[in-house]
């Protein structure tokens, strides 16, 4: 357990040093097809269907690779 929380740490200080210095990289989040942006001079609601799906998918397939 120890060592995927150290795995989990490190991954999002990767993560949190790309978005730092190279914020651009991920500059298509929230902005696929699919996902849902309404906005109205009352407010903003904003719905990440497809980046979300697209998360999960590399997300499950990273972690079937790292358990095996």
């Given at each position: 357990?120890?060592?995927?929380?150290?795995?989990?740490?490190?991954?999002?200080?990767?993560?949190?040093?790309?978005?730092?210095?190279?914020?651009g990289?991920f500059?298509?989040?929230?902005?696929?097809?699919?996902?849902?942006?309404?906005?109205?001079?009352?407010?903003?609601?904003?719905?990440?269907?497809?980046?979300?799906?697209?998360?999960?998918?590399?997300?499950?397939v990273?972690?079937?690779?790292?358990?095996?």
């Open positions: 357990m120890a060592r995927w929380l150290i795995i989990a740490g490190l991954v999002l200080v990767v993560v949190g040093l790309v978005l730092h210095y190279a914020p990289v500059g298509w989040f929230g902005r696929l097809p699919g996902d849902i942006r309404i906005e109205s001079e009352r407010g903003k609601f904003f719905f990440p269907i497809t980046s979300m799906v697209i998360v999960s998918i590399v997300l499950t990273l972690f079937n690779l790292f358990r095996r």
